[in-house]
């Protein structure tokens, strides 16, 4: 079949569905509109416009509330609202409240706007008495980050991916680089602890009018997973389906197979999994009009809305669940770290539609595939240890471990211990995204040797809420840990390396060392 232009009357009605009033909802909220409203959907809302338009509900609302958790790099205010019943502003009055804690956020790639219209107007909608939303405030409380990367959406001559050094803030979770990331890593993430997220980006394949992906990588609890594929994206879908509306996964397919996003732990979603969190990726593909995309991304964040309210206590265990057993498999340690990874086709056929032809004569074809490639597979993995040891005075790596709210003690005093410990076999390094020189390590073999570890060295206990973050941070050979990223370059060895290559001396051992056992140990928290 052949798609057709979408309708000129659907965004007609999107448009005054906007203007119209609700049942319960006051005159002196419904007058505020963003700028893509009233503009019939022609243009984008600014970030100064957007200010305005936050202050204008928080105003006219006794529950939101609305502050500030960070600058960008030009010194732009990051907002963020919190919606809760009763009014709250801080983590521990929401845990206390028992219920589930949502982030909803948008735009960390400046060029990528649309979903942040589509947040903006669910905003009002938290903040308007008598709608849906509004009454989901019973079971749920809800902040909403509706815009990450001003910095790049101002850029001249025009909108940019990254940020105003160019770099792709949704590559920055792992390494955290970067102010905005930092922000909101260090200060919504974290210390909320949400038990889902979801990320609003433009992207994906026509003829669908949304993309979604959970957490692709087989380090985070499968199960938050599971419950984005099995009952999540089917809620999605249906409530698309009511106004026309199509959803399917992120990325991209051909007649033989599709293929989803990146399971690298530096992208958002799959560092929400990595944290314990339910994090959902939103894509907004291009072909369609904005009116289509805003009212289309509406839709799915409020059908995550819906569905969480009316599964609390599923979404509570399923978080749960992953909390703790990331603390039980490092306190008693048990199972593999993923080092390597690699996509395998799903075990289920599965039926999507790709386009072909010329992009002003498209047309729609269905598939059917065995090949949905969204299952990620460990290709090389090492035992998690109890504890990692780092020499005294890596002050560099600690300091991103703190970052991550990961908990680091100090030894008091030297112990003889017996560890495992990794030689290298080489060193190489590597351009990945925005980053010239990642350092990647190749390990020759693991010893157990028995070593004098002097007073300062540091432990990092992997029985710890952010235990999955931690242990792939500390692997040697990860693609996001302190090595890739440059924080323990002043301890490689490299000459040691390089006379090992040429066959004159041993390989060196790796300075990281892994105590794999639970054992008592003189040491103190660090602040």
């Known amino acids: 079949m052949r798609i057709k232009a979408f309708t000129a009357f659907r965004c007609l ?21 963003t700028t893509a409203e009233l503009s019939g959907f022609t243009e984008y809302t600014s970030y100064e416009s957007m200010m305005t338009y936050l202050g204008q509900i928080q105003v006219s609302s006794t529950e939101m509330r609305l502050g500030v958790y960070g600058e960008t790099h030009q010194g732009r205010q990051l907002p963020y609202a919190i919606f809760s019943r009763p009014s709250i502003t801080q983590p521990w009055e929401a845990w206390a409240l028992g219920k589930p804690i949502l982030v909803l956020a948008a735009q960390v790639h400046g060029n990528e706007r649309t979903m942040r219209e589509s947040i903006l107007i669910l905003l009002r909608d938290f903040a308007t008495q008598g709608t849906a939303m509004n009454q989901a405030l019973d079971e749920l409380t809800v902040l909403i980050v509706p815009f990450i990367n001003p910095d790049g959406f101002a850029a001249q001559p025009e909108p940019t991916r990254g940020n105003l050094w160019g770099l792709d803030l949704n590559r920055d979770y792992m390494k955290l680089e970067q102010p905005e ?39 985070p609890d499968p199960r938050i997973t599971e419950v984005c594929d ?11 389906g009511t106004e026309g509306f199509r959803a399917w996964y992120y990325q991209r397919g051909n007649e033989n197979r599709w293929d989803v996003g990146g399971f690298d732990p530096r992208i958002g979603r799959n560092y929400g ?23 289309a991304g ?76 969204k299952r990620p597979v460990a290709t090389l993995t090492r035992p998690r240890p109890w504890a990692y040891l780092l020499p005294p005075d890596a002050e560099e790596a600690i300091e991103l471990l703190h970052r991550h709210h990961i908990q680091v003690e100090e030894l008091q005093e030297p112990i003889t211990l017996v560890v495992d410990a990794y030689t290298i076999g080489n060193i190489v390094y590597e351009s990945i995204y925005n980053h010239e020189a990642a350092t990647k390590i190749d390990v020759a073999e693991t ?17 710890q809420m952010q235990g999955r973050v931690a242990a792939h941070l500390l692997e040697a050979e990860t693609r996001d840990g302190v090595v890739y990223w440059n924080r323990m370059d ?13 066959g004159g001396a041993e390989a060196p051992v790796f300075p990281i060392f892994k105590l794999m056992q639970p054992t008592p140990l003189p040491t103190r928290l660090l602040p």
């Not at 099995?230 to 698309?240: G, R, S």
């Not at 490689?492 to 290559?501: A, D, S």
């Open 273 to 295: 999994g990595f944290s314990n969190m339910v994090g959902i990726l939103f894509e907004s593909p291009s072909g369609q009009s904005l009116a289509d995309g805003v009212r």
């Open 447 to 463: 010893l157990t040797r028995e070593m004098l570890l002097p007073e300062g060295t540091y432990v990092v206990r992997t029985g």
């Open 298 to 373: 509406f839709l799915a964040y409020e059908a995550v809305v819906e569905w969480s309210r009316d599964n609390t206590a599923l979404l509570l265990e399923t978080v749960l669940t992953a909390r703790r057993e990331t603390v039980e498999m490092g306190a008693t340690p048990f199972g593999e770290v993923p080092i390597e990874v690699a996509y395998a086709p799903e075990d289920e056929r599965v039926t999507y539609l790709i386009a072909t032809g010329p992009e002003n004569n498209r047309e729609v074809v269905e598939i059917q595939s065995d090949s949905l490639m």
């Open 181 to 219: 990331i930092q922000a909101y890593t260090q200060n919504i993430l974290l210390p909320w602890a949400p038990h889902l997220f979801v990320d609003g980006h433009n992207g994906g394949s026509f003829p669908y009018n949304l993309n979604y992906q959970c957490p692709s990588h087989p380090a």
């Open 490 to 502: 002043a301890w490689l060895p490299k000459n040691e390396v390089e006379e090992f290559k040429s």
């Open 13 to 33: 009605i999107w448009v005054v569905a906007s203007h119209l009033f609700l049942p319960g909802v006051g005159v002196s909220q419904q007058e505020y509109q």
């Open 230 to 240: 099995e009952l999540i994206f089917p809620a999605i879908d249906q409530k698309l």
